[in-house]
């Protein structure tokens, strides 16, 4: 309700003890000092398959993956702030109420993790994790096949 209220995009749910959990229908990572913060299953978040592709990615990547409680006030300082999910795939957050986050823009660690997240998906990269199930055409055009 505080981010409707605010006139904000999208919210951001703390879990019971007031550490960041997880946007309204994503997970959320954090950027600090380049290594890629995440909220643990600990803290009331969906265990998304999104979320553990982009932990994998950014790992692949030679990024340290943290997977810990998250302080509201480290969204304040953070270098970089993205959401995965369904929906958004991986999109980049530009203010944590009204305070712009690092450059206002994609930051490079995003920007990295985004761009291999869209190659592997629309098959520009190698899917060398198996996340991808190709379906025949005939199948994805409603054809039937035998």
């Known amino acids: 309700m505080e981010a409707e209220t605010n006139g904000y995009s999208e919210g951001i ?3 019971t003890f007031g550490f960041v959990s997880e946007g309204s229908g994503e997970n959320i990572f954090v ?3 380049g290594v890629v913060h995440t909220p643990p299953l ?3 978040i969906l265990p998304g398959i999104t979320r553990d592709m982009a932990i994998q990615i950014a790992q692949d ?4 993956v943290s997977q810990e409680n998250i302080p509201r006030e480290m969204l304040y300082i953070a270098d970089e702030v993205f959401f995965v999910g369904t929906a958004v795939e991986l999109t980049p957050v530009r203010s944590v109420d009204k305070i712009t986050v690092g450059s ?3 930051g490079p660690v995003t920007e990295a993790i985004q761009r291999r997240f869209l190659d592997v998906i629309h098959g520009k990269a190698p899917d060398t994790h198996g996340w ?3 379906v ?3 199948v994805a055009a409603g054809q039937k096949t035998r």
Request: aromatic fraction near 10%; glycine fraction near 10%.
């Open 13 to 15: 749910a703390l879990d």
């Open 31 to 33: 950027v600090r000092n």
């Open 132 to 134: 991808l199930t190709y």
């Open 104 to 106: 206002g823009r994609r």
């Open 136 to 138: 025949p055409e005939m």
């Open 42 to 44: 600990s803290a009331s």
């Open 61 to 64: 990547l030679g990024y340290r």
